[in-house]
């Protein structure tokens, strides 16, 4: 299972907001952050000889919190939908015949659904881009 599909089960199951995967997803888009770690403001390089007491320039986006955070996970040149009706909010991220992409997810937030769905799409044009 992919890191972007192990993300957004991850996300569906959460009941609210939460940091620490946030962080995660982060790292998961900006690779190149992979060996930060958590600091008081944001993420520090634990291997640069800094204080990790200090603040830091940089923070993943409150993806889990935020629907406008959210709205930022979708990929370039995909719609999407939030609803709120029904047992759970859910969210829907899709594109044009030529993506093929129609994903969806169901969490206990609209900011939560949208996370998770817009993780799904990735997924779907990350498997699709090494199919092809």
Do not use: W
Not at 25 to 31: G, Q, V
Not at 47 to 73: E, H, K
Not at 85 to 105: D, Q, R
């Amino acid at each position: 299972m992919s890191e972007m599909l192990e993300l957004a089960e991850r996300v569906e199951a959460l009941t609210g907001p939460n940091y620490a995967v946030e962080v995660e997803i982060f790292k998961a888009l900006h690779p190149e952050y992979a060996d930060y770690v958590q600091g008081r403001g944001g993420l520090v390089h634990r291997f640069d000889g800094s204080d990790q007491r200090v603040l830091s320039d940089i923070r993943p986006g409150n993806y889990t919190a935020s629907l406008d955070s959210a709205m930022r996970l979708v990929p370039d040149g995909l719609k999407f939908e939030v609803t709120t009706t029904g047992y759970k909010p859910g969210a829907t991220v899709c594109g044009n015949s030529l993506t093929g992409v129609h994903e969806g997810s169901y969490a206990a937030t609209p900011a939560l659904a949208l996370c998770a769905a817009a993780l799904r799409a990735r997924h779907h044009l990350e498997s699709s881009d090494a199919q092809g």
